[in-house]
């Protein structure tokens, strides 16, 4: 029990394994004698899934702790940069005869005066003038643009304006699984886990491989995706649904080539709400990625994939006619617990959401983090760690669930069950609506996250209740002098960095060029 | 805006340039690039730091000569108050362009005189003439001649310097805070400088290989060049009558 930890085998590549890997073997020294040892197992058989092309800002310190070179990660991956999420039609069905009537921004950037002081019902008052995310933001206002976060003169992982990342995941992972195997000391065995041997305390003693015999390990990590091999496979770790909060479970996802070398790369996940899901649009340097999320409850595969090429038709013309279309099946929900003896889930493994607002790889990586930074010493303190994992990926469970429920229960789209249905309340958490109580009379704060390191601030609340028009109660006594003086300068402020931003900064297409032809610099 | 065209004798025979230093011309800056082959001159009078071009986010050295844009304290009464102008800007207002030339059927890239016509400098009436009365180079642009080339092969030098640097780890950013005589305090961001401690930890044999390209010696010009910040807070404090 006392013997320390010294061996870590993860099961499964992808983004989750090469990340996972990554992450514990830079902080661990695993490319040293006295480091943890890590070995990654991958299966030849297994094509891997490739979902999640958008990253939350996390992921520069994630690389840059990893040792990569910002450069070399943009250039490899066809990456750009993301500077949040922009919701189309969410509210109400498309109106043609307004153009972008419907439609808001959820900005990676706090809103101004964030946690000092309520913005909230000063600009309540100009509602009608100013959208949210355009009052409280610069970030929106660069969307319109396609311009990036930042100049060729910003070092690498740092942003004039705060980012995150859209790029390609097949090449991500191949990138991942380089850095790891050749600078961080990695060990990578292709083979097959056929079995799992248990060790007399039901620990995961090793796992049996085709071709390499019995690997031996002291923790092991599944990252074997949907399969969940070691975790529900071998532990019968149960699945819990969310299937009645969140319908989607379908998908149908297309590349998109750009109509030329130099067109823009949008700096937004454009979300555009369907009568039974909605499509997501990603631009990365080379391509966009495009993709159907719905119902299959709500929408037949033709139908949704009538709807996905009625809205590529825009970009494509006749072509979105006959562009070969990828289907995917989602299961809502994770399993109830992702830690369990000696063996932990991270990626979808231990469970997957719609893409809504790209969860997918920042709880690989906070999972992998935590993991990292309270890696057991000993057998001994493991089961107290796993039981603190736990209780923390169930929080973010379930705030990631409220959170992505909240996008649908305040829209007012009644052209489809899909959004009626979407309404009702026992599709509602008891977690949410009492939120959504309270949110009547005041503005969402940072007293709603019982918990630190929360997945999504009260901010993140704030953009999607107020862009999608919701009304919180005016309190009249709260209205001091000083402190309309005060909301004043911040706003103006605001306004004032909008144009500085807006003269500063280059497009996307032009910066990515930049980067390519000279690099961005260390210091 | 500048109007670029090659130089020569027909079209531009009676061109003159303004050799005289202020504001009008154009001098008002408060910094111009450099390179190694003039940093002994360069050091005796300016601060050398670097900086990055906002168009490819490349380091180059440069000379200050104040602290914020438009200010140039060696500029007062239409004169250059130190006895070495940079080349960069002494060079104004001529530029090298190149062209593409067939010698012998093969295709070469040569170097030629190229001026701005728009400059203020530039006019048909005073100043230095560019050619003698029979179409020859006078000695004044003969000198702006060996000036270009200077700059031409200083530049490219310089980019070798700066690829060196990186490799050695040995930039790093500086803040450059200014105390005046009024107390006032102010702070200069963006710059970068030799980072000492990296220098000090260098292994012989990369000073061997810095030592052979003449950059050690250009770096210790860098690091010695720093004292003259005090002699632009000196002329700050002098321009404010403090």
């Known amino acids: 029990m006392n013997r320390p930890l010294k061996k870590i085998v993860i099961v499964g590549g992808g983004s989750a394994g090469w990340l996972t890997a990554g992450v514990i073997a830079a902080e661990h020294q695993t490319n040293t004698e006295d480091g943890i040892e890590i070995t990654l197992i991958e299966s030849a058989d297994i094509a891997t899934i490739g979902v999640g092309e958008g ?80 009052a409280v933001c610069a970030q929106s206002h660069l969307s319109h643009r396609h311009l990036a976060p930042k100049q060729i003169t910003t070092t690498e992982y740092t942003g004039i304006t705060n980012y995150g990342y859209h790029l390609d995941a ?58 969940s091999l070691l975790l529900a496979k071998h532990f019968n770790v149960p699945f819990i649904s969310k299937k009645h909060i969140l319908f989607n479970d379908s998908a149908m996802a297309v590349h998109v080539p750009y109509p030329s070398d130099d067109s823009d790369i949008a700096s937004f996940t454009q979300s555009t709400a369907q009568n ?15 993709g159907y999320t719905y119902s299959s409850a709500h929408s037949t595969d033709e139908l949704a994939e009538k709807t996905l090429r009625q809205y590529l038709t825009s970009s494509m013309g006749e072509a979105a006619k006959t562009v070969s279309i990828r289907k995917l099946s989602i299961n809502p929900g994770h399993r109830e617990k992702m830690w369990h003896k000696n063996c932990i889930a991270i990626g979808m ?26 890696l057991p010493a000993n057998r001994q303190t493991m089961d107290i760690i796993a039981k603190r994992f ?17 996008h649908y229960v305040l829209s007012h789209r009644d052209d489809s069950a899909y959004w009626r249905d979407n309404r009702t309340q026992e599709t509602i958490p008891e977690t949410l609506q009492e939120q959504l109580d309270l949110w009547q009379y005041q503005t969402p704060s940072r007293y709603d996250i019982p918990y630190t390191e929360e997945l999504f601030p009260a901010a993140s609340f704030q953009y999607i209740l107020y862009g999608m028009g919701f009304i919180t109660q005016e309190r009249q006594q709260l209205k001091r002098a000083e402190q309309t003086k005060a909301l004043e300068a911040l706003f103006s402020d605001n306004a004032e960095r909008v144009n500085m931003l807006l003269s500063a900064l280059p497009t996307n297409r032009v910066l990515i060029n930049k980067i390519k032809e000279f690099g961005l610099s260390k210091i | 805006m500048a109007n670029i065209v090659s130089l020569n004798n027909i079209e531009h025979q009676n061109l003159k340039v303004i050799t005289e230093r202020s504001a009008t011309y154009g001098d008002d800056i408060w910094y111009t690039p450099t390179f190694p082959m003039e940093f002994k001159s360069v050091q005796t009078f300016y601060p050398i730091f670097f900086n990055k071009d906002p168009a490819t986010g490349k380091f180059f050295p440069l000379a200050l000569f104040g602290f914020q844009n438009h200010e140039n304290l060696f500029l007062s009464d239409n004169k250059w108050h130190a006895a070495y102008i940079p080349a960069t800007l002494a060079r104004q207002p001529f530029l090298i362009g190149t062209q593409n030339i067939n010698e012998d059927g ?18 048909a009436v005073q100043g230095e003439s560019l050619f003698l009365e029979h179409g020859g180079n006078s000695p004044y642009l003969d000198k702006a001649a060996d000036l270009l080339e200077a700059i031409h092969h200083g530049v490219q030098d310089g980019d070798v310097f700066i690829d060196y640097l990186l490799k050695y780890d040995l930039l790093e950013s500086v803040t450059l805070d200014i105390t005046l005589n009024d107390e006032s ?47 632009l807070i000196h002329k700050k404090n002098a321009s404010l009558g403090l």
């Not at chain 1, 736990?390 to 909240?406: A, G, P, S, T």
């Open chain 1, 55 to 134: 990253t939350w800002p996390s992921m520069r310190s994630t690389l840059q702790k990893m040792g990569i070179s910002e450069t070399e990660f943009l250039t490899e991956c066809d990456a750009s940069f993301k500077q949040g999420s922009k919701f189309s039609q969410w509210n109400k069905e498309s109106d043609s005869n307004v153009k972008n009537a419907d439609q808001y921004y959820h900005p990676f950037t706090l809103p101004i005066g964030n946690n000092k002081i309520d913005v909230v019902p000063f600009w309540q008052n100009l509602v009608n003038k100013v959208p949210f995310a355009d």
């Open chain 1, 170 to 227: 097949g090449k991500f992972g191949a990138f991942l699984k380089r850095h790891c195997t050749t600078k961080l000391g990695v060990k990578h065995i292709i083979d097959h886990v056929e079995l799992v041997n248990s060790a007399k305390n039901g620990d995961i003693a090793s796992v049996k491989t085709k071709i390499h015999g019995d690997i031996q390990g002291d923790l092991f990590i599944d990252c074997t995706g949907t399969t």
């Open chain 1, 276 to 290: 039974a899901g909605w499509i997501w649009d990603i631009g990365l340097p080379s391509r966009r990625g495009v």
């Open chain 1, 349 to 374: 493994s231990a469970g997957f959401i719609e893409p809504l607002e790209a969860s997918a790889l920042a709880l690989i990586e906070f999972s992998a983090k935590m993991v990292s930074e309270q």
């Open chain 1, 390 to 406: 736990n209780d923390k990926l169930l929080c973010h469970w379930q705030q990631l669930i409220d959170f992505l429920k909240l």
């Open chain 2, 106 to 123: 093969i295709e070469k890239q040569q170097r030629m005189l190229h001026i701005d016509l728009d400059n203020s400098r530039v006019n």
């Open chain 2, 185 to 231: 305090k102010n702070q200069m961001l963006g710059f970068y400088t030799i980072n000492e401690n990296k220098l000090a930890e260098l292994d012989s044999d990369s000073l061997t290989v810095l030592h052979k390209k003449g950059y050690l010696q250009a770096i210790y010009m860098v690091i010695a060049s720093h004292v003259n910040v005090a002699t």
